[in-house]
């Protein structure tokens, strides 16, 4: 997981990386644009943008994807983000793995940490990474997001296996 302030992607990754495109896709974002899914590189790396209202944490689950890196930011508002990682040991499977949709859900684990994102900010969450986005802060609000997501092999670091 990579938690940081947009200034500082490149202290992550260099400028033609495809977490940079994505950060820079985000920032650069008309906000006046509809939400919806904005092609940035095929399925290798797109963009989808939604508005949401966030809700009590405990009424969303952890999620993971095994195939797709996200690249999280909010246009609008703020959101709380919770996070554990994969292999700790009481994370526990609430929905297996959707291969379709890329995704599995975890019940809550007893520890996990907390962030918070608001405009300027950028998370990014690996395959190891279960997070549960959209909860709110102090109460439900209606925020502008955009989840950007990258194709694990294009991927700063990551090498074809031939």
């Known amino acids: 997981m990579i938690y940081d302030s947009v200034e500082n992607v490149d202290t992550y990754c260099d400028e033609d990386d495809a977490i940079t495109i994505a950060v820079e896709f985000v920032d650069n974002f008309d906000i006046s644009q509809p939400d919806g899914k904005y092609e940035i590189d095929g399925d290798e790396v797109f963009a989808i943008v939604q508005t949401v209202t966030t809700a009590d944490a405990n009424e969303k689950s ?45 019940k809550a684990p007893e520890h996990f940490s907390t962030i918070i994102t ?45």
Do not use: W
């Open 62 to 106: 952890f999620e993971a994807h095994e195939n797709y890196v996200d690249v999280q930011m909010v246009l609008e508002g703020a959101e709380r983000h919770d996070v554990a990682l994969l292999d700790i040991e009481d994370l526990e499977i609430e929905q297996d793995y959707d291969s379709e949709k890329d995704v599995i859900f975890f």
């Open 118 to 162: 608001k405009p300027g900010i950028f998370v990014v969450y690996g395959p190891d990474d279960a997070h549960r986005p959209c909860c709110c802060i102090d109460k439900s609000e209606t925020i502008r997001k955009v989840c950007v997501k990258i194709k694990i092999d294009s991927c700063l670091g990551v090498e074809d296996e031939q």
